[in-house]
């Protein structure tokens, strides 16, 4: 191949750990492959496949002339190369990175290997039937309430779905149709699991298009409502009859934490409203998103390292005491987070579980898009509640069935095409080189360092940390497993080597269909031929299974019908994964992780923290004000809120910047954060740092609102520049605010004394009149005077909202809860006919104040009725001289 620069250099070093071979390197289209001089731990070769190198790093010549490629793999390995000639080191280097950076997916090994000998078998790509497992399952047989539909047989439904679905029964294909606009990227909820003793279910979907206008489908809710009732029969529907499982108890299990769930809805998306779905309550199970995941795997990694090349630098001074020396930064590990996300996932999944077969009831599992987390919850689910599952076969079924047909995107997230940011070379080379090859140098390193990298954005270990949540799972119950550990490492090793087509693509339709040739599931083996063979079989059992555990008829006093409950807290590191010891990695004692973030169950909107801080106001004229009032980012003080939502809405600010601004202030204690879109309701002793009230030039740059919602801005209609038209209207809302401060009167006695308090966190019914002093407030005449309900306090999920006695309701104006709402125009009509104004509001500063002639008449522009004159514009309506600045857009009288 014209990629390969030289396909062998003799008299290398290879430094693997405490050892040092000599041999002879050799560059295949797909290998690397080291021949020992002398055979070490009986074997003669070590080979390595391409995809699995996950950096390649080339060190400066050492005074000596000697030049190292220094190689981090896949499987938490290192290793290094040394060269006598520097010629050599660069060949191999350049050879590599295009022998690794591939631009298709059929540029892979998996396209090109012919296994000699051949397999035994070649029914990998056809283990799993839809229906042959279902049926397993009861689906048409013990239970008539649900079906098969070949809605999506083509793919056009649903790209990233399977061709054959189970929905229920008495839902109609139109029905799924119209509920399909109502789910991100088409995916409704679908059946994964009914359960073997109860016809408890697991479905599965993507989050709903609920957006901030809080929209519905009555569609999908009529289909999660047939869910929920699958126990009964399509032919008896008698509703006094009792339903086995269809209780309260159905959950909703959103996979996010309450931040994310609310990032969603501003971009269109977000979660359920449970005043809309019956009979069921929600969960927020708190696990972090795959760039969390990326993170934490990456800091594991980062200290595997640091340990490698701190235990290269003893031995290369202290050669002899190195074999039992341990450099690990146990702590370090702790700090990645790493056990904490995977107790979290076994938090949820031990949740799943109970709610299945112990109160015999429906879960439906989703995140954002479907793929990571609902795939990792759906299947660690049905690993503890079905022992068909914990065989080599049913493990095998249950992969191809919850993550390659319902569209786990492997080929994103294992990052099989690689990149050239993961070859790192000195740059030393470029003053050293001529200046043709200087310059081409540059040059690529300029292109590599602009280069778009969403295709890395998109990594993350989802499936290996499935895995090893599995084999948290299998370390706690070590009898209840037919496949050892090593079963589930060569799982981990072919998933990033390649070597065949099973984890290449993103969806079925990917691996089945084709538009030129043959489709891939023809031209490439399947992992399972391979793992099924009768010499991996052997190596892969465990010996200490006893299936006799299994027994759903058992009455022994631990019997527990083949269920499996694991201990969220026993959580270690994956040691043989990482090539190290237990004592090495885990150590004697291994700290709990601290509790998973779960919310709930939530049963109502009003107990939902992510519906109550997404809610729009009524009326809401300006996008600012709206979100902002919808994100509620003033403080709280009603209630404290739950353990668990303060966890989720702990960095609420900070993880939206496409909604509000960030705070350059202390973002305060977890218990004044927001759980209410009301913001008048409760009062609070202490206000965070306004943005309004800071100067124009020390303020955080303003977002765009709603540029991830599809809303056209306001603003447009206005100018040209829309975030100078909101500065400027911000700078206008700021004079307000400062003559609104302090202004209002002391609500309590005993806090008499809040300098820092804004009083646009007081209730309207404490404040001065416009353009009165605060000793004479005085409300609005002529203004009907309506009850004020107190604040409701939503602190808690779990409490049920109290209203007060009449005795204690406040009366104040029913217009004050929107000041551009029929009062503004109210008294904008009786300014435009003369008459001083009478309501305590302010008018909108960005809108010219129409103005009366001496006489009192009205002044009337040439532009028509009731526009102000501009060059007339000399006097306010309480007959002050006005503001120079009254027009701050610059765009003229509306």
């Known amino acids: 191949m014209d990629a390969i620069r030289v396909s062998k250099v003799e008299q290398v070093v290879l430094s693997k750990g405490p050892q040092t071979s000599r041999g002879t390197l050799h560059l295949t289209a797909?290998?690397?492959?080291?021949?020992?001089?002398?055979?070490?731990?009986?074997?003669?070769?070590?080979?390595?496949?391409?995809?699995?190198?996950?950096?390649?790093?080339?060190?400066?010549?050492?005074?000596?002339?000697?030049?190292?490629l220094t190689f981090h793999t896949r499987t938490f390995e290192s290793f290094s190369f040394t060269f006598k000639k520097d010629s050599d080191a660069t060949d191999v280097f350049e050879s590599v990175k295009e022998l690794t950076v591939a631009t298709s997916v059929t540029q892979l090994y998996a396209f090109f290997y012919n296994p000699n000998p051949p397999l035994p078998t070649n029914e990998g790509w056809s283990i799993y039937s839809p229906r042959e497992e279902y049926g397993r399952m009861g689906v048409g047989t013990r239970s008539k309430a649900w079906r098969f539909t070949d809605l999506n047989k083509d793919y056009t439904f649903c790209p990233t779905y399977p061709a054959r679905l189970v929905v229920p029964t008495r839902i109609s294909d139109t029905t799924l149709q119209y509920a399909s606009k109502y789910r991100s990227k088409c995916r409704i909820p679908i059946l994964s699991y009914l359960h073997w003793g109860n016809f408890g279910s697991i479905t599965r979907s993507s989050q709903p298009m609920v957006g901030i206008t809080q929209n519905r489908s009555i569609q999908d809710e009529k289909l999660i409502e047939a869910i929920f009732q699958s126990h009964w029969s399509p032919e008896s529907r008698a509703a006094s009859a009792p339903v086995y499982g269809a209780t309260t108890t159905n959950l909703i299990i959103d996979a996010r934490p309450t931040v994310n769930a609310v990032a969603n809805t501003a971009k269109g998306a977000g979660t359920e409203n449970m005043d809309y779905y019956k009979d069921s309550k929600k969960v927020y199970l708190g696990i972090d998103h795959i760039h969390t995941m990326r993170e934490s795997l990456a800091k594991v990694v980062e200290a595997l390292r640091d340990a490698d090349q701190l235990l290269a630098s003893i031995k290369a001074d202290l050669p002899d005491h190195t074999s039992d020396l341990t450099v690990l930064d146990r702590p370090a590990l702790r700090r990645s987070g790493w056990l904490r996300h995977i107790s979290a996932i076994l938090e949820g999944t031990l949740i799943i579980t109970k709610n299945v077969h112990i109160n015999s009831s429906h879960v439906l599992i989703h995140c954002s898009d479907g793929w990571d987390r609902t795939s990792q919850l759906s299947a660690l689910s049905q690993v503890c509640l079905d022992p068909f599952y914990r065989t080599i076969r049913g493990f095998e079924i249950l992969v191809e069935k919850d993550w390659l047909s319902f569209g786990h995107k492997f080929l994103d997230r294992s990052g099989h095409l690689s990149s050239e940011k993961f070859f790192l070379s000195p740059s030393g080379d470029i003053s050293s080189a001529s200046g043709t090859e200087?310059?081409?140098?540059?040059?690529?390193?300029?292109?590599?360092?602009?280069?778009?990298?969403?295709?890395?954005?998109?990594?993350?270990?989802?499936?290996?940390?499935?895995?090893?949540?599995?084999?948290?799972?299998?370390?706690?119950?070590?009898?209840?497993?037919?496949?050892?550990?090593?079963?589930?490492?060569?799982?981990?090793?072919?998933?990033?080597?390649?070597?065949?087509g099973t984890f290449l693509f993103n969806c079925e339709r990917e691996r089945k269909t084709s538009e030129d040739g043959p489709p891939p599931c023809e031209r490439t083996r399947s992992v399972w031929d391979f793992l099924n063979s009768p010499a991996e079989l052997e190596r892969n059992r465990n010996s200490s299974f006893d299936p006799s555990l299994d027994d759903p008829s058992s009455r022994e006093a631990d019997a527990d019908m083949g269920v499996l409950y694991p201990n969220a807290k026993d959580v270690r590191f994956w040691n043989e994964l990482y090539g190290r010891t237990d004592e090495e990695m885990n150590g004697r004692v291994v700290p709990l992780p601290k509790d998973p973030e779960l919310v709930g169950p939530v049963s109502n909107a009003e107990e939902d923290a992510v519906i109550q801080a997404t809610t729009v106001p009524p009326r809401s004229t300006s996008p600012a004000v709206a979100v902002t009032q919808s994100l509620n980012l003033t403080p709280s003080t009603a209630r404290s809120p739950s353990p668990g939502i303060l966890g989720g809405l702990r960095d609420l600010s900070s993880s939206l910047p496409d909604i509000a601004p960030r705070s350059t202030g202390n973002r305060g204690s977890p218990s004044q954060l927001p759980l209410s879109s009301n913001t008048q309701d409760a009062p609070s002793s202490s206000s965070p740092l306004n943005p309004l009230n800071l100067p124009m030039w020390s303020r955080p740059k303003q977002p765009e609102f709603l540029s991830g919602a599809n809303v056209r801005s306001v603003w447009g209609?206005?100018?040209?520049?829309?975030?100078?038209?909101?500065?400027?209207?911000?700078?206008?809302?700021?004079?307000?605010?400062?003559?609104?401060?302090?202004?209002?009167?002391?609500?309590?006695?005993?806090?008499?004394?809040?300098?820092?308090?804004?009083?646009?966190?007081?209730?309207?019914?404490?404040l001065a009149g416009w353009g009165q002093s605060d000793d004479t407030p005085t409300p609005s005449p002529g203004i009907s005077q309506q009850p004020r309900v107190t604040s409701i306090n939503v602190g808690n999920p779990w409490a049920t909202p109290s209203y007060p006695s009449s005795s204690t309701l406040q009366s104040v104006s029913i217009y004050d809860e929107n000041p551009w709402g029929s009062s503004f125009r109210s008294t904008t009509t009786q300014q435009t006919a003369g008459i001083e104004p009478t309501s305590p509001l302010p008018l909108d500063p960005t809108i010219p104040l129409p103005l009366r002639r001496p006489t009192g008449g009205v002044n009337y522009s040439s532009r028509g009725r009731n526009s102000p004159n501009p060059e007339s514009r000399q006097t306010s309506r309480t007959g002050q001289n006005s503001n120079s600045n009254t027009d701050p857009l610059g765009v003229g009288p509306l």
């Open 717 to 766: 209609k206005l100018s040209t520049n829309a975030s100078a038209a909101f500065s400027v209207v911000q700078d206008a809302y700021s004079g307000v605010a400062k003559e609104l401060m302090n202004t209002g009167q002391n609500e309590d006695p005993n806090t008499s004394h809040q300098p820092d308090r804004s009083s646009e966190l007081r209730g309207r019914d404490t």
């Open 30 to 68: 797909h290998h690397i492959i080291f021949r020992y001089d002398e055979p070490v731990n009986d074997d003669a070769e070590m080979w390595m496949p391409y995809p699995l190198i996950s950096l390649v790093n080339r060190l400066p010549q050492t005074l000596q002339g000697l030049s190292q």
């Open 438 to 500: 200087a310059a081409q140098a540059f040059l690529v390193s300029v292109q590599n360092r602009f280069a778009s990298q969403n295709h890395l954005k998109e990594t993350s270990p989802i499936f290996h940390q499935f895995l090893e949540s599995v084999r948290q799972v299998q370390r706690q119950f070590p009898e209840r497993f037919e496949f050892n550990e090593r079963f589930l490492r060569q799982i981990y090793y072919h998933l990033y080597s390649c070597q065949f």
